[in-house]
């Protein structure tokens, strides 16, 4: 299952991760949905997070928790596109626990392109959509 997600990003997780009930937290899955889209967005898309023209907004975010994870491991969060559109993005994501192949937690996350000033809709161009599109699950 990890290889079908064409980015992947290792995450520690770390001790503030962990609740009180020995496992980490369900907001911190949130968190790393957030880190791999992101990173994968500044790295290969160009997005500039403090001066570019526009800004991926969080539309819609849904996650399916399947096993715990706990402090000390690694995270592999798993990162693809599920769908491209003018102005938004879908993206498919899971969470690995350590060199597991079947995911701790499966979810989906919709960015909406806008504009820095306006906050209307923008068109996703260029690098980004290059980026975005070598994402795109074809299965």
Known sequence: MRAEYPHTLSIPTRWMDNDVY???NNVQYYSYFDTVINEYL???G?????A???LGVCAESHCTYAAAIAFPSVVTAGLRVAELGRSSVRYELALFDGEADEPA???WFVHVFVDRETRRPAEITGRMRAALQALVNEA
């Open 105 to 107: 937690a499966t979810g």
């Open 46 to 50: 160009g997005l500039d997070i403090h």
């Open 42 to 44: 500044i790295r290969e």
């Open 22 to 24: 020995g496992h980490v």
């Open 52 to 54: 570019g023209p526009v």
